[in-house]
């Protein structure tokens, strides 16, 4: 869909209703990580967090700042204990609490993290997530028959393709196995899909892949420039996958890509083949410095279907300065006219690390009082003025239409 259709489709607001079906532009996202970390130890940010314990307190909190639709996650390794015999009692209690409270969930089939008895490279992989994705339908459609339902099927692909199989620092533990992990991920996720449309045909599908920007070191040799082009082109990978551009045999389609979301922190900018990040708030930026809204753009016009920011967010003092960028950008992309539906503050409620949970991030809007258990929420208030303000910019820039 080109940038000029959408302007001109925005004029019926029954189709501007499906390219968005989100209840706010703002979107709170809650971690809920399960996987085995570097250490092989099962991890539950959802209960770690405090979010499962005090859920109808976390949604309240949203009123305030006018956030309606969230980002939520069912555990994969909890819901299914034993294959094809599944546990939906913790979901369907999130379910009746985000309707009583008028909240959006959007529901991550597989965010981190498999049952014990599973990783990507198994070979009923595939199998078991189609099962788990049909049984997750027939479930949802049996309580609320009449919901815009979005699901991301798997959270990060071209991240836990990484992280599990270049990194070893979760299931399946290798190095230099990362495409045959991202081959296994999204056989899954795109058998997934299919299982899920066939029961359903509305079900919105929403990505959520990394937005990276990979460069070469300064005076770079050929080699270096070719190689970091061909890694930042590597970011797509998983999308192309889904939409049947790369490896077809996977059973990928242009009508999976549906909503595109994209995952952006302070250290999605490095030099190839090094550790050093690029400083998104330097006095005398790096030359190397890509702006959001470039990427963001970029992206867009590579699938041209709606597109989101479904994670962001800063740990500590920076906050208010990221969140400042943030509505600075989105702006910005808005009024290129690209069909920028949402931004996710994730987390929203600050989150333990996945490997020593005793490190919190200080990374959300309210920070976790430790004090108490479950934890508490202590707002940061430096951050939620910073967030007004960029809700305000966002309000005043709006997509053009004539």
């Known amino acids: 869909m080109s940038t000029s259709t959408f302007k001109s489709l925005l004029l019926d607001s029954t189709v501007a209703s499906s390219l968005n079906p989100f209840q706010s532009f703002w979107w709170g996202g809650y971690e809920c990580s399960d996987q085995l970390n570097c250490f092989g130890h099962r ?10 314990q005090l859920l109808n ?10 956030i309606r639709t969230v980002r939520e996650g069912i555990q994969w390794s909890h819901v299914e204990k034993r294959p094809y015999q599944y546990d939906w009692s913790m979901v369907a209690d999130m ?44 479930f949802y459609r049996d309580l609320y028959p009449d919901d815009v339902l979005i699901v991301t099927p798997i959270n990060e692909v071209s991240f836990m393709s990484w992280l599990g199989g270049n990194a070893a620092g979760t299931t399946p533990y290798c190095t230099k196995q990362g495409w045959e992990v991202k081959v296994g991920l999204m056989r899954a996720y795109i ?90 708030n330097d006095a005398v930026p790096d030359s190397r410095w890509v702006s959001l809204r470039h990427l963001l753009i970029k992206a867009y016009r590579r699938y041209e279907r709606p597109i989101a920011l479904t994670e962001t967010s800063h740990p500590g003092i920076d906050r208010p300065f990221w969140i400042e960028m943030i509505g600075r950008e989105c702006a910005a992309v808005r009024e290129a006219g690209v069909p920028l539906v949402g931004v996710c503050l994730y987390p929203i409620v600050d989150r333990p690390d996945w490997d020593h949970t005793d490190h919190w991030h200080h990374s959300g809007l309210w920070d976790a009082d430790l004090s108490t258990t479950p934890p508490g929420r202590v707002l940061v208030e430096p951050y939620a003025n910073a967030l007004r303000q960029a809700q305000s910019v966002i309000l005043e820039a709006s997509l053009p239409i004539s």
Request: glycine fraction near 8%.
């Open 191 to 280: 058998e997934g899909v299919a299982a899920m449309r066939e029961i359903d045909p509305t079900i919105r599908i929403l990505t959520t892949e990394p937005l990276v920007q990979m460069v070469p070191p300064l005076n770079a040799t050929p080699e270096q420039i070719i190689d970091a082009a061909i890694a930042d082109e590597n970011q797509f990978q998983s999308v192309d996958m889904l939409a049947g551009r790369l490896t077809p045999e996977l059973g990928g389609s242009p009508d999976y890509v549906d909503i595109l979301g994209f995952n952006y922190y302070y250290n999605n900018q490095w030099i190839e083949g090094t550790e050093t990040f690029l400083g998104w």
């Open 43 to 52: 991890v539950d940010l959802l209960r770690e967090s405090g979010h499962l």
């Open 57 to 66: 307190e976390d949604y309240a909190l949203l009123h305030s700042f006018t």
């Open 95 to 138: 379910l009746a609490e985000g309707h009583r409270q008028g909240i959006q969930q959007i529901w991550d089939l597989c965010h981190f993290g498999y049952p014990d008895d599973l990783t990507p490279l198994h070979p009923l992989f595939s199998r078991r997530f189609a099962a788990l994705c049909r049984a997750f339908v027939h």
